[in-house]
């Protein structure tokens, strides 16, 4: 049996094959231009820097995440703890194959104990109005 990457971890290995085969090529450079000295010490910066950047990474996981911001008073409205059940939004009362297929699954839901509301969307279709559908479940 193989070993298979996805596309994702396939991009991401040949990305830092490239990124390893520039560095050594620098190093090597650096080797040929310099000597052995200058070559070991960039390579104990590149390997210092990395470290770095993962220490500094690691220790911002750890930190506890940023207070939240105060909601505005204006959207606190929204901030309340949602209802048990559905709301079903949509085109409820529109001759359309959505409107439609909504008023099936809104008579399915009818015929359990599930709590529910039902939000008409009317936006588009004022020609194709067919009127109300179980207008004392509306939440407006």
Do not use: C, K
Not at 13 to 19: G, H, W
Not at 46 to 59: G, I, K, M, T
Not at 69 to 84: I, N
């Amino acid at each position: 049996m193989g070993f298979v990457l996805s596309a994702d971890r396939l991009a991401a290995t040949r990305a830092l094959s490239r990124r390893i085969a520039q560095r050594l090529a620098h190093l090597r450079a650096v080797r040929e231009r310099e000597g052995w000295p200058a070559a070991l010490l960039t390579l104990s910066r590149l390997a210092w820097r990395s470290a770095a950047f993962r220490l500094r990474a690691l220790a911002a996981l750890r930190r506890p995440p940023a207070p939240r911001a105060a909601m505005p008073a204006d959207r606190q409205v929204l901030a309340r703890p949602p209802e048990p059940g559905v709301l079903f939004i949509g085109y409820v009362e529109a001759s359309l194959g959505l409107g439609q297929s909504l008023r099936g699954l809104i008579r399915a839901a009818a015929g359990t104990r599930i709590p529910f509301a039902i939000h008409p969307y009317d936006r588009n279709v004022e020609s194709r109005r067919i009127g109300a559908f179980e207008p004392e479940r509306y939440d407006r």
